[in-house]
């Protein structure tokens, strides 16, 4: 399965919080697809319900890199959504101070001795919140952002209602549009169409890493697509599995990237990683149709 390694440092990031409402928060946004209604998925199964709910709890995890002028004000940010209890930052190979300025910031971290790219990172945090999770209560929702959001970090809060509420398995953040960007969307189409015609469901963002999403999603969606190829990769293999995705309005602002060399060599790797991820997911798609076919099937079961 996947390759999760490191170990954590640091402490807690914040107290004990308050138990959890049983009823949802009427002030809570509503979660919106691109028609405004819940999202057509592949299965009619509803999300998955846990035990405990009142006693549930939320793991922001931050996959940075080179992100020390950020990451601070990232970390406070993420401490002050409602329900967390831990914020781990996944020092993915920095050859800055990311590391010990996240600590300082109130972060638990955890470091890769060499950039080993994101979806590894979201490995390796999952793992590491998985370890810190408590046996007698359900695991922590995971709520992965990005580690140049800064103040706005407090503004992917919405993603966790959907969630949490059991409206959604997986809740993907709808960014309002970046000042300075300067892709033409190329990418964009290409992941929502590949999405539309393995799914059925055509998101808005495709591309957008702020979810929030259950234990029991994510490992479904492991091993996870490598490069800029994992938020394709996901949204593909969960709703091909049946599990429910939304998306959510937050008002975040990262760094975009912009139209000099840099901005457009980031916007072709993105397309190779997209593409790659998305080719995978057919060839193992019509393989597994091909065994389905060639295998007999199974005849009748006696029991002992």
């Given at each position: 399965?996947?390759?999760?390694?490191?170990?954590?440092?640091?402490?807690?990031?914040?107290?004990?919080a308050?138990?959890?409402?049983?009823?949802?928060?009427?002030?809570?946004p509503t979660?919106?697809?691109?028609?405004?209604?819940?999202p057509?998925?592949?299965?009619?199964?509803?999300?998955?319900?846990?035990?405990?709910?009142?006693?549930?709890?939320?793991?922001?995890?931050?996959?940075?890199?080179?992100?020390?002028?950020?990451?601070?004000?990232?970390?406070r940010?993420?401490?002050?959504?409602?329900?967390?209890d831990?914020?781990?930052?996944?020092?993915?190979?920095?050859?800055?101070?990311?590391?010990?300025?996240?600590?300082?910031?109130?972060?638990?971290v955890?470091?890769?001795?060499?950039?080993?790219?994101?979806?590894?990172?979201?490995?390796?945090?999952?793992?590491?919140?998985?370890?810190?999770?408590?046996?007698?209560?359900p695991?922590?929702?995971?709520?992965?952002?990005?580690?140049?959001?800064?103040?706005?970090?407090?503004?992917?809060?919405?993603?966790?209602?959907?969630?949490f509420?059991?409206?959604?398995?997986?809740?993907?953040?709808?960014?309002?549009?970046?000042?300075?960007?300067?892709?033409?969307?190329?990418?964009?189409?290409?992941?929502?169409?590949?999405?539309?015609?393995?799914?059925?469901?055509?998101?808005t963002?495709?591309?957008?890493?702020?979810?929030?999403?259950?234990?029991?999603?994510?490992?479904?969606?492991?091993?996870?697509?490598?490069?800029?190829?994992?938020?394709?990769?996901?949204?593909?293999?969960?709703?091909r599995?049946?599990?429910?995705?939304?998306?959510?309005?937050?008002?975040?602002?990262?760094?975009?990237?912009?139209?000099?060399?840099?901005?457009?060599l980031?916007?072709?790797?993105?397309?190779?990683?997209?593409?790659?991820?998305?080719?995978?997911?057919?060839?193992?798609?019509?393989?597994?149709?091909?065994?389905?076919?060639?295998?007999?099937?199974?005849?009748?079961?006696?029991?002992?």
């Open positions: 399965m996947s390759e999760r390694t490191g170990q954590p440092a640091g402490q807690e990031v914040a107290p004990e308050a138990p959890v409402p049983t009823s949802p928060d009427p002030t809570a979660p919106r697809t691109t028609d405004g209604a819940r057509p998925v592949p299965s009619t199964r509803s999300p998955r319900s846990s035990p405990g709910r009142t006693r549930q709890r939320v793991a922001v995890i931050v996959p940075a890199k080179d992100e020390s002028r950020r990451i601070a004000a990232t970390v940010a993420a401490r002050a959504i409602p329900y967390v831990l914020v781990l930052v996944v020092d993915d190979g920095s050859a800055d101070n990311t590391q010990h300025v996240a600590r300082e910031a109130g972060a638990v955890v470091r890769h001795s060499h950039n080993r790219g994101k979806a590894a990172a979201m490995e390796t945090g999952a793992a590491i919140v998985a370890m810190r999770d408590v046996a007698d209560r695991p922590r929702l995971l709520l992965f952002i990005d580690g140049d959001l800064g103040e706005t970090a407090v503004n992917t809060a919405p993603l966790v209602p959907p969630v509420e059991k409206h959604a398995d997986v809740s993907i953040a709808l960014l309002p549009p970046q000042p300075g960007a300067g892709g033409r969307g190329f990418v964009v189409g290409a992941a929502r169409r590949a999405i539309q015609q393995a799914t059925g469901w055509t998101p963002q495709p591309l957008s890493g702020m979810r929030c999403l259950t234990r029991e999603a994510f490992e479904a969606a492991t091993p996870l697509a490598r490069g800029w190829g994992v938020e394709t990769g996901m949204t593909i293999d969960l709703l599995k049946g599990f429910v995705a939304v998306e959510v309005p937050c008002d975040l602002r990262h760094r975009p990237s912009g139209t000099d060399l840099r901005g457009q980031h916007r072709a790797a993105q397309y190779r990683d997209v593409m790659l991820a998305v080719s995978s997911r057919r060839v193992r798609s019509a393989v597994g149709g091909a065994r389905d076919k060639v295998l007999p099937a199974p005849g009748p079961r006696s029991h002992r």
